[in-house]
């Protein structure tokens, strides 16, 4: 029924307003349900962080077919409307829009980019439509504003940052001397103020002996690698991920730097199969959440073996993260809409319905469970290790896991996330908890 | 001045051995777009695609080798194939199915078609090789690090870096000059070159020599692809990166100028390691200034040369 209104007056969209489209889609909606639910995903689909991206999509493909062969979501079939983000965001807004006006989309997930997210957020506001932030870190999103539209169905750059760099205290205290080496982009140079802000909080008088920020998607680190192996720091942090991070660990192995320094990697997870044996063991390695494949103690380990075998079989490779952001945004969706359809008596909600079902929601991961705050943050639990070898993955998994509560390690509602990390103190440290087996 | 070059001559001399390095890749690049516009006139955004197919190519040889347990030199065996069959496959390809039919048609139009290229060689990219970094550095591991003095200290390089890649680019820079001054086919080139109507009146095939060119500048971009790959890990959007550098050195050394290339990639390398060092900052904007500082004073390009003979 929201089809038939949404392409006709897609059709007739000369004489109509994006007002009354926005009505005639509402009214439909409010009346039963629609005989699909079209969800409009954002995701890179081309350039470098196709990396993430194109998991990501595999992963939601493979997810709505099992949803839609148990009968969808309220009954109701899921399909998804993918979209690029590489175009830049300007075309992303274009898309978003459409994705609304024209297909009709129920919900949108938007997106990897920050950049992405920051444009998509205020969309969200003006269009009344839920948007689900399934994989962005920038903890601008909700310390700048309020978004009444928008959850964040994962965990965000403070905590992934915070958590590697607790880790590194606890186990490696005495380090004096780091260097910083991101791409330079939105998440490079904000990752940096970050850790930069809570290091001199917990640990002042570290010397930064190299901040270097070399061009995304750089494909030779020769020079920094050289630099770094004169500068001999304690410590390296790098928070560069996908052909970017590869390259600089591949070339860093083959020129001995991993014996001279430790290298904190809080984005490392995406990249292990690819390097397999090339990653050296002893390297705080991070995951932007708890979604470790070696999870010691995952909330249900009958679920995530049937997360990682749904991918495993299909692409014979292990999920990465972004798969597991995916999922997440996926399982927020059907706990949002089942409470809204209940708190309805089972009537499909509208937009305002379905928002208010997402604020305050706990939903399953594959690892464990999140809550969405009163802020539409979600509440991840972060989990760091070193990195070291087991006879059951090809590749470096973490030990000596230390689980972050998400609740530890995430800016109190209210506060804004450099300003919280510099209020922090040494003792603060002692709040981390011991390590878990695994 | 003379204080700071003495204090920090150390770094000065990693940042030269950087330098070198990268300037050899970013030549190997350069150099094929640079001989292919000289010849057929055409700026060809898809030049990045067939830098990273090369890469792609190599990769895909050398991981096929290793799994068949062939000793590691033949990761360098890999990439000449590579270079070899995109040069000998796509190049003639491209120019006989597109390149041909645009040749003398307005700037923006060529642009078009290339940049069409160029998207439709990226999405072949990923339906081939998908989107995970792909990466195998056989080449690198078989010749081993290099210890180099740094006061009481040593800082290995990889010997690959220190002399493969200088080595291929410098012989690559001799044996171009030789071929087109020195021998005949060489001298048709240029020919063609500086009037493609009179050699044609003189009997030249100029239409075999335009698909010969091309096809040798797409194995030239091959060859820097699959010289990168054993140090770099392949993945979507490769091909952009490079081209917008390869773009660079071209229009700083003047368009069709094949030493001009050389000294521009050189200027750049060194440019950007001592950036790397001393100013980071600056190491993403390092090529971008030398070609406008070049261009303000030489708006030719360092060696071009107004209605002269461009190869």
Same mark, same amino acid.
């Given at each position: 029924?929201? +089809? ?68 969808? =979501? ?69 310390? +700048? ?47 940096? +103020? ?10 002042? %008088? ?10 995304? %998607? ?17 410590? =390296? ?82 999920? =990465? ?23 309805? %008596? ?13 604020? %305050? ?12 705050? +009163? ?64 | ?29 350069? /150099? ?211 081209? /917008? ?67």
């Amino acid at each position: 029924m929201t +089809e038939a209104v949404t392409r006709r007056a897609a059709l007739l969209g000369a004489g109509a307003t994006a007002g009354s489209l926005l009505l005639a889609g509402g009214g439909a909606q409010a009346q039963g349900k629609p005989s699909e639910l079209r969800v409009g995903i954002t995701t890179f689909l081309s350039g470098s962080a196709s990396v993430f991206g194109v998991p990501a999509k595999q992963m939601a493909e493979l997810l709505f077919e099992e949803i839609n062969k148990a009968g969808g =979501i309220g009954g109701v079939p899921v399909r998804p409307f993918f979209v690029d983000e590489a175009p830049g965001t300007d075309h992303l807004v274009g898309e978003f829009r459409r994705l609304v006006q024209n297909e009709g989309v129920q919900i949108v997930f938007a997106s990897i980019s920050s950049g992405s997210c920051l444009a998509c957020t205020p969309l969200s506001d003006e269009m009344k439509k839920t948007t689900l932030l399934w994989d962005c870190g920038t903890q601008r999103i909700f310390e +700048e504003a309020p978004h009444p539209y928008a959850f964040r169905t994962q965990g965000y750059g403070t905590p992934e940052v915070l958590a590697p760099l607790l880790y590194l205290l606890k186990h490696k205290p005495d380090f004096r001397t780091l260097a910083v080496i991101n791409q330079d982009y939105a998440w490079g140079r904000d990752s940096w +103020e970050l850790w930069k802000a809570g290091m001199d909080a917990m640990k002042p %008088g570290v010397r930064v002996v190299a901040e270097m920020f070399p061009r995304f %998607g750089a494909t030779d680190y020769s020079t920094e690698v050289t630099r770094l192996l004169a500068a001999r720091p304690d410590v =390296i942090l790098s928070t560069s991920w996908g052909g970017d991070l590869v390259t600089l660990l591949r070339q860093s192995a083959e020129r001995r730097l991993f014996e001279r320094s430790t290298f904190v990697l809080p984005i490392a997870e995406a990249s292990m199969q690819i390097l397999g044996r090339t990653m050296q063991p002893g390297h705080i390695i991070g995951a932007r959440g708890d979604h470790w494949n070696n999870h010691p103690s995952p909330k249900d380990p009958a679920r995530l073996k049937r997360f990682v075998d749904l991918y495993r079989s299909k692409y014979n490779e292990y999920p =990465i993260y972004p798969c597991h952001h995916m999922a997440q945004a996926i399982s927020a969706m059907q706990a949002a809409y089942a409470k809204a359809i209940a708190a309805k %008596g089972g009537g499909w909600p509208n937009d305002q319905e379905l928002a208010n079902a997402f604020r %305050g929601l706990t939903f399953d991961s594959p690892t464990s469970s999140i809550t969405l705050r +009163e802020d539409g943050q979600g509440l991840e639990d972060q989990i760091v290790g070193l990195s070291s070898f087991n006879q059951q993955y090809p590749f470096a998994v973490p030990k000596d896991m230390i689980l972050f509560p998400a609740a530890m390690v995430s800016t109190p509602v209210g506060q804004k996330s450099v300003d919280w990390l510099k209020s922090l103190k040494p003792d603060f440290l002692n709040q981390v908890p011991a390590p878990i087996a695994g | 001045m003379a204080t700071w070059l003495s204090e920090n001559s150390l770094l000065l001399g990693l940042a030269l051995l950087d330098g070198l390095a990268y300037a050899a890749l970013v030549f190997m690049v350069a /150099v094929g777009l640079n001989l292919v516009f000289g010849v057929l006139r055409i700026v060809n955004v898809a030049h990045g695609s067939l830098f990273a197919i090369g890469a792609y190519t190599a990769a895909s040889i050398g991981l096929f080798f290793a799994s068949r347990g062939l000793p590691a030199w033949m990761g360098y065996v890999a990439l000449v194939l590579a270079a070899v069959a995109v040069g000998a496959v796509l190049g003639p390809l491209i120019e006989r199915l597109l390149l041909r039919r645009i040749y003398g048609h307005e700037d923006v139009l060529q642009l078009l078609v290339t940049f069409a290229l160029f998207m439709i060689l990226e999405d072949v990219q990923k339906l081939v090789w998908g989107v995970q970094p792909v990466s195998q550095d056989a080449p690198l591991r078989f010749l081993g690090t290099v210890d180099i003095p740094f006061g009481d200290d040593v800082i290995p390089f990889t010997a690959y870096q220190l002399f493969v890649l200088p080595g291929i680019a410098l012989a690559t820079l001799i044996a171009l000059a030789w071929f087109l001054r020195r021998t005949l086919t060489g001298r048709v080139i240029v020919a063609v070159t500086t009037d493609k109507e009179a050699a044609t009146a003189m009997g030249i095939d100029a239409a075999r020599i335009m698909l010969l060119t091309f096809s040798f500048g797409a194995g030239l971009a091959a060859l820097g692809g699959a010289l990168a790959s054993p140090t770099t890990a392949l993945v979507p959007g490769i091909g952009a990166q490079t081209i /917008v550098l390869s773009f660079a050195v071209v229009a700083t050394a003047g368009l069709g100028q094949i030493e001009g290339a050389a000294l521009t990639a050189l200027m750049i390398g060194l440019g950007r390691s001592i950036a790397v060092y001393f100013a980071p900052e600056f190491e993403v904007v390092v090529p971008y200034l030398i070609m406008v500082a070049v261009l303000l004073v030489r708006p030719q390009g360092l060696f071009g040369v107004i209605e002269t003979r461009r190869v």
